[in-house]
Structure formats: C-alpha cells, structure tokens
C-alpha cells in the first residue's frame, strides 16, 4: 500500500511539473490579433497593430497575394537631391526611352532642379494612426453620367492625369484636384494648391521643366508644347526614374517600352494612401476606349505601353481589395 502510494505522489508531482512548465497550450490568429491561452484557463490578448487606421489597408502585406512580393515601400517615389544619383541600371534603362541621339548631362540638369523647385522628402509618415484615402481619377468615357464627382472630391487626395479636365464636367469627375501628373506633352496648367508631378519620359521633359519656370525657350520636343506652364513652383514634384523602372518590371513584368502615365499614377497612389478608390479606367460598357472630355468619338491605342496587361494587373489588384474599382454607368 504504502508503494501504491509513493507512486501515486511521484505521478502528481509529475503531472503537476508538466503543467506548470505549459504556459502556452495553443493560439490562434485572429484578424490582426493574436489570441493565446494558458493552462489556468486565463489568456491575454496581444494587438499586433494594422498598417493604417483605415477599414481596409491598401497596403496590408500581411495578405497572402501577389501584392507583397511585387510592392517595394522603399523605393525612391519622387526626386530629390538626396536620391537624385541614380543606380546604373535604372540610368541605362531610363536613357533608352529617349528617342534622341544628343541627350543633355542628366547630373548637370538635376542640379539646376532643386534650387528651384521643393526638396522636402515626402510622403514618409505612413503608419497605424493614419488613414488617407486617395481617388485616381482616369480620362475614360465610362464616367460620362456616373454621377461620381462627389464622392471623387471626398478623397483626401484627388489625383488626375494629364489632361482631363474638371470645368463642365463636375457632377462626374469632381472639381478638385491635389495633384496632377502630366509630361510637357500633356501639360496643362493648375491652380496654387495642386501639386504638378511631372513623369519624366526622357531628359528632355526635366530641362522642359525648368525652363517652363524660368526662360521659357523650350517650344519643342518630338511635337510643339507649351513654353509655359501656370503652376505653384513649391508643389511641383517630378517621379523618380528608379520608381517607374520599378513599375515597368515589377508590374508590367516588362510589357511595352515604359508603363503609361494612368498606370503609375495608379502606382503612385498605391505609394503615398491607405485606401485608393479608382475611378475613370478601362473601355465603356460598350467596349469603346475614349476620353470623357472628347467632343468626337475617337479610339486610342498606344502601342509603347500594353494597356491591356495593365488593365489586367488593375482587375487582379481589385480582386486582392488592394483598390476599389468605379467602372462607371456607360
């Protein structure tokens, strides 16, 4: 007997050696948060805090998705002198798309860029606490009647591309803009609170620049442009060569000659908000690709930039809820 229970008192200290040494049974993951429980039956909850204060986060690479392995948060969105040096493949990429033989020193035009324009760093304050929502508005003729412009202009940001008018077109496509991306081509001016961003396409388009702030005698590039621009000098932004080669290999898995300027505004928004709302991109419901502002139907097709691969990579973002897409009611 008095074996037995000898025995029994060495299971029992055992036993309770086993439970005690067991703080954690198990966990589980649950949306953002991680739940864990002890052998007591008390648990603490550990908050694993979200990458915005958003519903959703664009930007969430927790996500098991295409996204993350393609999205790069370190990548040099726009220039500035701290970052202007750009890395030998990204140069030689970026020189290719010139289509002139005689190309200007880039390091000698870049010099000439930050004493006259901005060089703050921006955009760097993303975190838990911030919720910024961005509406990227395209040119295409599905806005035509879509009763949008509202909901557009309460965005935080309102990004419009090139052209696209907002006057006579309001009750669709909004009547603000924060920031407008173009390239001398496509230029067009804009008021002292919208940021200019410049896509630089070649060299050309960064001396064209400068010299529509100060001597104005850039006329001409592979067409006539402006020689002006009416535009708030200390808003003007210019995206990174760095950046769009990173849009051109790692989204566009290098289709086409460079991406198109509605793609990395799309990209840029993707860069700088939380939640992006998409507005104003792919053909009409009758399958037309035209402006909303073109008084005659005209179709268009640029074969430098594959609109349809691109197209297809703005479908599969919106299927992984990284954008909200609004195809419009025409």
Same mark, same amino acid.
């Given at each position: 007997?008095?074996?037995? &229970?000898?025995? &029994?008192?060495?299971?029992?200290?055992?036993?309770?050696?086993?439970?005690?040494?067991?703080?954690? =049974?198990?966990?589980?993951? /649950?949306?953002?948060?991680? !739940?864990?429980?002890?052998?007591?039956?008390?648990?603490?909850?550990?908050?694993?805090?979200? #990458?915005?204060?958003?519903?959703?986060? %664009?930007?969430?690479?927790?996500?098991?998705?295409?996204?993350?392995? $393609?999205?790069? #948060?370190? +990548?040099?969105?726009?220039?500035?002198?701290?970052?202007?040096?750009?890395?030998?493949?990204?140069?030689?990429?970026?020189?290719?798309?010139?289509?002139?033989?005689? !190309?200007?020193?880039?390091?000698?035009?870049?010099?000439?860029?930050? #004493?006259?324009?901005?060089?703050?760093?921006?955009?760097?304050? %993303?975190?838990?606490?911030?919720? $910024?929502t961005c509406a990227v508005v395209g040119n295409s003729g599905n806005l035509l009647r879509s009763h949008y412009g509202p909901l557009i202009d309460s965005n935080d940001f309102v990004?419009?591309?090139?052209?696209?008018?907002?006057?006579? /077109?309001?009750?669709?496509?909004?009547?603000?803009?924060?920031? $407008?991306?173009?390239?001398?081509?496509?230029? !067009?001016?804009?008021?002292?609170?919208?940021?200019? +961003?410049?896509?630089?396409?070649?060299?050309l388009d960064i001396e064209w620049l400068i010299s529509a702030f100060t001597t104005k005698n850039i006329t001409k590039t592979y067409m006539n442009v402006s020689s002006t621009i009416q535009a708030n000098k200390d808003k003007v932004m210019?995206?990174?060569?760095? /950046?769009?080669?990173?849009?051109? +290999?790692?989204?566009?898995?290098?289709?086409? $000659?460079?991406?198109?300027?509605?793609?990395?505004?799309?990209?840029? %928004? =993707?860069?700088?908000?939380?939640?992006?709302? +998409?507005?104003?991109?792919?053909?009409?419901? %009758?399958?037309?690709?035209?402006?909303?502002?073109?008084?005659?139907?005209?179709?268009? !097709?640029?074969?430098?930039?594959?609109?349809?691969?691109?197209? @297809?990579?703005? &479908?599969?973002?919106? @299927?992984?809820?990284?954008?909200?897409?609004?195809?419009?009611?025409?």
């Amino acid at each position: 007997m008095a074996i037995v &229970l000898r025995t &029994l008192r060495h299971h029992h200290r055992y036993l309770t050696f086993l439970l005690s040494s067991t703080i954690v =049974l198990f966990c589980f993951h /649950f949306q953002n948060s991680v !739940v864990i429980f002890t052998y007591n039956s008390y648990f603490r909850y550990v908050s694993e805090p979200a #990458p915005c204060a958003c519903a959703t986060c %664009a930007l969430d690479r927790g996500r098991a998705d295409g996204f993350s392995a $393609r999205y790069e #948060p370190t +990548v040099h969105l726009l220039l500035n002198s701290s970052n202007s040096e750009l890395r030998a493949d990204v140069f030689g990429w970026w020189k290719g798309l010139q289509n002139v033989t005689s !190309v200007a020193n880039y390091t000698s035009v870049v010099k000439n860029l930050f #004493p006259l324009f901005s060089d703050k760093e921006h955009y760097s304050d %993303a975190g838990p606490d911030r919720c $910024r929502t961005c509406a990227v508005v395209g040119n295409s003729g599905n806005l035509l009647r879509s009763h949008y412009g509202p909901l557009i202009d309460s965005n935080d940001f309102v990004v419009r591309i090139n052209k696209g008018p907002t006057g006579g /077109f309001e009750k669709d496509v909004g009547s603000r803009t924060t920031h $407008r991306i173009m390239y001398p081509e496509s230029s !067009v001016d804009v008021d002292n609170s919208t940021h200019l +961003v410049l896509s630089p396409f070649k060299m050309l388009d960064i001396e064209w620049l400068i010299s529509a702030f100060t001597t104005k005698n850039i006329t001409k590039t592979y067409m006539n442009v402006s020689s002006t621009i009416q535009a708030n000098k200390d808003k003007v932004m210019i995206l990174h060569p760095e /950046f769009m080669k990173y849009v051109y +290999v790692n989204w566009t898995d290098s289709h086409g $000659r460079y991406p198109s300027t509605g793609f990395l505004t799309l990209m840029f %928004a =993707l860069h700088i908000c939380d939640e992006v709302n +998409v507005f104003g991109f792919g053909a009409t419901k %009758a399958g037309q690709w035209h402006h909303y502002f073109d008084e005659t139907l005209t179709l268009y !097709v640029n074969e430098s930039h594959a609109g349809d691969f691109e197209y @297809q990579t703005i &479908l599969r973002l919106e @299927q992984e809820k990284r954008i909200v897409m609004f195809k419009g009611w025409t």
